[in-house]
């Protein structure tokens, strides 16, 4: 296996990094929701080819709750942000069903002006754009009963154009691109990180099932298909964040494992690195979240918060930091 290795400390008004874009210079984007520490802003950070660290802004706070926690990010061709803020997460009851999806008119300086894509969601994630089109993962539909009683999650596809669009949070969502059921009962943790593979389908990590999903389109642009391309519970436990190469090979954070998977176009999944339960300090993979292919190695978020059974990692610890890979 790969032996990780460190790629940054954060500041100290990092405290849970998360999502990851690449802006038009070449700078690495980070979406930090900050979730350990309620008196830490959302924001996002801007990473050089130097690793110098800067913060680009703080996200626009929801006007009700007067927070914002960023996790999935994604740029459209015009280098506009769209962001998912998952107030959910945390499980506060007055932040539940606040979660909105944003789009950002941003520019060096930070945010110019903003507007609301969708807003009411119990659990916005990960983003992606394709077209006119974004495709988000909910990786909870709470108020969805399915005969199995187990969890119902979902993706939303909505256009680049759209506002204001009030989520019920149930199947009579006209977005609602394709849903998903965890079977784990276990881990009842749905649709997570999403990603489009160099075949054009879209890829969705279930993360409790730890399983990848396929989804084919049909001409229409609706799913034409939904089903398991990859699942190896050996190899892989959970999926969270992931990302695609030129070779069609997905990357996916492990979050459970403190590991990274790769799954080869024919499905096939291997861990290529592990750590055990520490701080990242050392570049160990301390609860990764996602992982992107940046100038040439493979970098990933160390989210470092979850710590219930099933997780490598027991506790939150500062600074927050990110690991890198080789990618060859």
Not at 44 to 70: Q, S
Not at 136 to 148: A, G, I, M, N, R
Not at 209 to 226: C, E, K, M, Q, W
Not at 316 to 323: D, G, K, N, R, V
């Amino acid at each position: 296996m790969k032996q990780p290795k460190l790629f940054t400390i954060l500041p100290d008004y990092v405290c849970t990094p998360d999502g990851m874009e690449i802006d038009r210079e070449g700078n690495l984007i980070l979406s930090c929701p900050n979730y350990a520490d309620d008196s830490f802003k959302g924001c996002v950070v801007k990473i050089d080819k130097d690793k110098n660290i800067t913060k680009w802004f703080d996200v626009p706070v929801h006007p009700e709750t007067g927070i914002a926690r960023n996790m999935g990010i994604a740029f459209d061709a015009d280098y506009n942000l769209y962001v998912c803020d998952n107030q959910g997460w945390s499980g506060k009851e007055e932040l539940a069903f606040k979660g909105r999806v944003l789009k950002l008119i941003v520019d060096q300086d930070g945010v110019k002006s903003w507007k609301v894509v969708a807003e009411g969601m119990e659990h916005p994630n990960g983003i992606r754009i394709r077209g006119n089109y974004m495709y988000v993962t909910q990786s909870q539909l709470s108020k969805v009963e399915d005969p199995s009683g187990h969890l119902v999650s979902c993706v939303y596809r909505f256009g680049l154009e759209e506002e204001n669009i009030h989520i019920t949070n149930t199947l009579e969502d006209d977005h609602i691109f394709t849903t998903f059921v965890t079977d784990n009962e276990d881990c009842q943790y749905g649709a997570d990180g999403i990603v489009f593979g160099k075949d054009g389908n879209l890829y969705v990590g279930n993360f409790g099932d730890g399983a990848v999903h396929r989804i084919t389109f049909a001409p229409d642009g609706s799913a034409a298909s939904n089903e398991v391309f990859a699942k190896d519970p050996e190899n892989l436990t959970s999926t969270d964040g992931m990302i695609c190469d030129e070779e069609g090979n997905l990357y996916i954070a492990d979050f459970s494992a403190n590991a990274i998977a790769k799954v080869y176009p024919d499905g096939r999944v291997e861990r290529i690195a592990q750590s055990p339960d520490c701080d990242g300090l050392d570049g160990g993979l301390d609860q990764p979240g996602e992982p992107i292919i940046w100038e040439g190695r493979i970098v990933a978020s160390c989210f470092d918060l979850v710590t219930d059974e099933g997780k490598v990692n027991t506790q939150h610890e500062m600074p927050a930091t990110m690991s890198e890979l080789d990618l060859n």
